[in-house]
């Protein structure tokens, strides 16, 4: 079936560091892929997504491209701030929109 | 999008008792699900309410434990039965719209 693979944290960086968050997916078909954010205490946020091929999701210095020959969703930004931490989770979304599957997350802190 | 309110959005909660958990949407939405995010877990889809028909139920999730009810097409209630400490989480309610999820901001509940 669907599934996603997280990278496992906990990640600990310094402020304007460089971000990578592995994210691997197994899917039939052609499935949406997500990133979802959530801060302390809140609910998930959708941070980006992607519906296609090569398509590149970017949100608050955040990218991930969808790699179909990788099968893939890794999480990038360039220069973290301590805003930025928080717990990340990929996730996809089958063909038909109605089943959503969620990696482990992964949570970042990231230190001044 | 869709802005989602639930009540409570915490308590404290005696084992043996029951809590409902309220998820009010700002729009008319016909996927509501019904999730649980465990201590440092990622989350648990529990069942999936869809208007005017029963809720469907997740494997190792049983509607005597989480009677779930979908009177309308903004509106749904999740029941914790029974309450014991292994069900201290969070409890997010989602909607399905446009082929994303957007979430509630949670009830985190503790039971002693």
């Known amino acids: 079936g669907d599934s996603v693979t997280q990278m496992e944290g906990p990640v600990t960086l310094s402020e304007e560091a460089f971000l990578t968050i592995n994210c691997t997916y197994t899917?039939?078909?052609?499935?949406?892929l997500f990133w979802y954010v959530q801060y302390p205490g809140e609910g998930l946020q959708l941070l980006l997504k992607?519906?296609?091929?090569?398509d590149k999701g970017s949100n608050k210095g955040f990218e991930a491209t969808y790699r179909k020959e990788t099968t893939s969703f890794h999480l990038e930004k360039g220069s973290v701030q301590v805003s930025d931490s928080a717990v990340y989770f990929c996730?996809?979304?089958?063909?038909?929109?109605?089943?959503?599957?969620f990696g482990t997350g992964t949570s970042l802190t990231v230190i001044p | 999008s869709a802005v989602i309110s639930q009540k409570p959005s915490r308590d404290i909660c005696q084992r043996g008792t029951s809590l409902t958990i309220q998820c009010q949407v700002d729009?008319?939405?016909?996927?509501m699900f019904w999730y649980r995010q465990q201590p440092g877990q990622s989350l648990t889809l529990i069942a999936t309410?869809?208007?005017?028909?029963?809720?469907?139920?997740e494997s190792g999730f049983v509607i005597d434990k989480f009677p779930i009810s979908r009177p309308n097409l903004t509106f749904s209630t999740l029941t914790v039965s029974n309450m014991s400490p292994e069900d201290s989480s969070i409890y997010l309610c989602?909607?399905?719209?446009?082929?994303?999820?957007?979430f509630g901001e949670g009830s985190r509940l503790t039971v002693l």
């Open positions: 989602s909607v399905g719209l446009s082929g994303e999820l957007f």
């Open positions: 729009s008319q939405v016909t996927m």
């Open positions: 992607a519906t296609k091929a090569d």
């Open positions: 996730a996809l979304s089958d063909r038909t929109g109605n089943q959503f599957y």
């Open positions: 309410a869809n208007q005017g028909s029963e809720a469907t139920y």
């Open positions: 899917a039939t078909g052609y499935p949406s």
